[in-house]
């Protein structure tokens, strides 16, 4: 074989071929193909100029540094984050570019960022004269009222007004709220239009109690800047006080439409979704503030809330502990981890977390109650007595804290005493609600607010304990002079129509009542405003003010119990059957008084059957309680049961003689 075929077996790719000639379609042919050639050809270059025009513009600085302020001034702080960190990204060692971003994190609340920003600015060259109101509110948002209050001090003259809204809350947080509204005074007579000073002044107001001061600088606030989120969110929250949940609502749905991501809007506007029973809602807004601000306590402690409702103790659990410790110490954490531990048996944990409720709020009946079940259940019956002894002594002492006094009594030894707490459980209430009394002598307590003089709580406490002492004279003149020193303070309104009542002057009472509902339309001031009204005899304006209430509050329990009551009083038995089941699905089968109220519905659109259920349910809670005496005795007569409703009527009125009600249902067995 010769070499030319040998290299040719060994390297087939090496052969010679003959080389084709390129042919153009037929399509591409002739003066008809170059035209299509060149319209493809267009085509081409018309699509990649397309692509060139959507394709990302490289970061422009300065353009990014003019969106971020404009997104500042007009309120939407999130997207002037965004556009900060575009410009840093284009120009990292822009100083005014990290300047600006620290602003907006001040706005968003995270005064670490915003710190570590400051400190970028200065090392980009950026003087630090210009960032000392800067660094204050960073500091402040850190904790440190005290840099904040020397930072602030160092502002340049330009900065004033910036400066001085900053100490105010330095001095608020230090507990020197009469201060701080001072220096936020003087900063607004200077400059009225300053719709942040007129912010920060509501807020320190609201936080003080003086929820009426509050609601006319918030409205400032808001008329002068109505896209300003702080403004409008400090707004939903005086209105939330003063009118209810649902008028509270567009407000803080305004401060989300200028930023969707708001985290102080986002919280409170779960929090109220929650209140008014619009779960779906709340998680929702509950996620988007997670979003807005990754592993936020509050957001977090809402969705334990939720799942609390929802009975899943191990999902609420795991939630609290996420929060790390950052709101351990709120009423409402010690009353959601107290009521886990309880409901899994943990009886030392949930007393751990009660006693502190209890010591934040001595007052407070409900948390007394459930402390002292849960020292019971752990074994210490002294300290159950202890703690309910105060609710014991009322005469409007619910059946349960009565209850429970009886069983602490049995454990120790006293069953004498256990015998009487059980029969006054068995009666029921015997009085109308009063104020909560207190065991300190009068003099004492004078001494101590004259020791805390401008302090109003040390004068509810006098007025407390002059009632206790009989001495509704001197109560109601003190009580009236706190409330002309506090027009906007509803707490000094309830006291002095707290006073009133208790003098059995409840028409003057109802006066002053509707007045600190103005203030604040919650549901211990609607309670005392609808039964002041009753027994002044303005039952049509009682009602009106419960119908109010609940159109703002739709899931409050109190207040849809008293409607089903009012129902049945007028014999609206259908409505009252629909309002009170829904009440029991709620509350479960253990309150006597929706029972009686539900026996006597049933009994009332003629189903004897259901009324009879009812009725000896109610009986065998309370049988020495002449209402469910009566409803039981109603309900056997519907059913056609005479001999035994008789016997029932005429305990009934035995035990109530002076109940009309009660001796007619007996007048009309015959």
């Given at each position: ?494 006291a002095l129509g707290d006073t009133l009542a208790a003098a059995g002057r409840y028409a003057e009472a109802a006066d002053v009542y509707a007045r600190a509902a103005d203030l604040s339309f919650d549901e211990p001031t609607m309670l005392r405003l609808v039964d002041a009204l009753g027994r002044a005899g303005r039952a049509r304006d009682a009602s009106a003010s419960l119908a109010v ?122």
């Amino acid at each position: 074989m010769s070499d030319a075929a040998q290299r040719s077996a060994r390297y087939p790719m090496l052969r010679r071929r003959r080389r084709r000639r390129f042919k153009m379609p037929a399509l591409l042919a002739g003066n008809r193909g170059r035209l299509l050639a060149i319209c493809l050809l267009c085509l081409i270059v018309v699509t990649g100029a397309i692509a060139l025009s959507q394709r990302s513009p490289r970061p422009d600085a300065r353009r990014s540094i003019k969106g971020a302020l404009t997104t500042l001034e007009a309120g939407n702080y999130s997207a002037a984050r965004n556009n900060a960190q575009a410009a840093i990204t284009a120009a990292p060692t822009l100083g005014i570019a990290h300047a600006v971003l620290a602003r907006a994190y001040l706005e968003l609340g995270d005064g670490l960022a915003a710190e570590a920003e400051l400190t970028r600015a200065v090392d980009a060259g950026l003087s630090v004269d210009r960032l000392h109101q800067l660094q204050a509110h960073a500091r402040l948002l850190q904790g440190d009222p005290d840099g904040a209050i020397d930072a602030a001090a160092k502002a340049l003259p330009r900065y004033a007004g910036y400066a001085a809204r900053i100490r105010a809350r330095a001095l608020a947080a230090q507990g020197d709220g009469v201060q701080a509204q001072a220096v936020l005074g003087a900063l607004l007579d200077r400059a009225p239009n300053d719709a942040a000073g007129w912010t920060d002044l509501g807020r320190i107001r609201l936080t003080a109690g003086n929820i009426g001061g509050a609601s006319d600088a918030a409205a400032r606030a808001a008329q002068l800047a109505p896209r300003e989120p702080a403004a409008l969110t400090l707004q939903g929250e005086v209105v939330r006080s003063r009118y209810g949940l649902v008028a509270a609502l567009p407000w803080f749905e305004a401060a989300l439409a200028s930023d969707a991501y708001y985290h102080p809007a986002l919280i409170e506007y779960a929090a109220t979704l929650g209140e008014a029973g619009r779960n779906a809602d709340m998680l929702a807004a509950t996620r988007r503030a997670l979003q807005a601000r990754p592993g936020s306590a509050q957001a977090l402690y809402l969705q334990a809330v939720l799942a609390a409702r929802a009975g899943r103790t191990e999902l609420s659990r795991a939630l609290l502990l996420r929060t790390g410790g950052a709101v351990a110490g709120l009423p409402g954490t010690l009353l959601v981890s107290g009521s886990l531990d309880y409901a899994e048996g943990k009886s030392e944990q949930a007393v751990a977390s009660w006693r502190q409720m209890v010591d934040a709020q001595p007052l407070n009946v409900t948390a007394r109650r459930l402390l002292g079940a849960a020292l019971l259940r752990s074994g210490d019956a002294q300290g159950a007595l202890d703690l309910l002894r105060p609710i014991g002594l009322r005469a409007d002492a619910d059946s349960y804290s009565l209850t429970l006094i009886a069983r602490a009594f049995e454990a120790v030894g006293d069953r004498v005493l256990a015998a009487q707490f059980l029969d006054r459980a068995a009666a029921g209430p015997a009085a109308s609600a009063t104020i909560f009394a207190t065991d300190d002598a009068v003099g004492a307590l004078m001494a101590g607010a004259d020791a805390a003089a401008g302090d109003p709580t040390y004068v509810l406490g006098v007025i407390r304990g002059q009632v206790a002492a009989g001495d509704n004279a001197g109560a109601i003149a003190r009580a009236r002079s706190l409330a002309v020193a506090g027009p906007g303070a509803p707490a000094a309104q309830l006291a002095l129509g707290d006073t009133l009542a208790a003098a059995g002057r409840y028409a003057e009472a109802a006066d002053v009542y509707a007045r600190a509902a103005d203030l604040s339309f919650d549901e211990p001031t609607m309670l005392r405003l609808v039964d002041a009204l009753g027994r002044a005899g303005r039952a049509r304006d009682a009602s009106a003010s419960l119908a109010v209430y609940l159109s703002q509050n739709p899931q409050s329990l109190a207040g849809q119990r008293l409607l089903g009551h009012w129902q049945v009083a007028s014999g609206d038995w259908n409505r009252a059957i629909e309002t009170l089941e829904g009440v029991r699905r709620r509350v479960g089968n253990r309150d006597g008084g929706v029972l009686t109220d539900l026996a006597l519905a049933y009994a009332g659109s003629d189903d004897g059957e259901i009324a009879v259920r009812y009725g000896r349910a109610a009986y065998y809670l309370s049988p020495m309680n002449p209402a469910a005496a009566d409803a039981y005795g109603v309900a056997l007569a519907a059913q056609g049961h005479i001999d035994g409703a008789r016997q029932l009527l005429v305990k009934a009125t035995r035990l109530a003689p002076a109940n009309a009600t009660i001796a007619a249902h007996l007048r009309q067995l015959g």
